[in-house]
Nanobody, 125 residues
């Protein structure tokens, strides 16, 4: 599976962005997908995840502001980010793991097998 993240950009605090993670190479429908983010000098941190039955899981720092969703027909997972804060500034990555069972979505980055290139999100104050 090849993943391509897009939709990043520069936005003012309080604004919104929608990131997309498009998959190619094989069907996405049985993959769990996660979004992670990273700033220079810091570990890559979990943001949100969704399993293939659309159960979601969020980091506490984004709960209530971000929404992850998927469109299996389009092989795409989205991350709607509202009420953005300067602390959300980072490179955002999407990742996927094949899951033939209905496992709960995970925030453990080591459990993901496929990673896309990141997209930069910058939130100005």
């Amino acid at each position: 599976v090849q993943l391509q993240a897009s939709g990043g950009g520069l936005v003012q605090a309080g604004g919104s962005l929608r990131l997309s993670c498009a998959a190619s190479g094989r069907t996405f429908s049985r993959h769990n997908v996660g979004w992670f983010r990273q700033t220079p000098g810091k570990e890559r941190e979990f943001v949100a995840a969704i399993n293939w039955s659309a159960v979601t899981y969020y980091a506490d720092s984004v709960k209530g502001r971000f929404t992850i969703s998927r469109d299996n027909a389009k092989n795409t997972v989205y991350l709607q980010m509202n009420s953005l804060e300067p602390e959300d500034t980072a490179v955002y990555y999407c990742a996927a793991r094949y899951d033939p069972t209905v496992a709960a979505p995970t925030g453990n980055r080591w459990r993901y097998d496929y990673w896309g290139r990141g997209t930069q999100v910058t939130v100005s104050s």
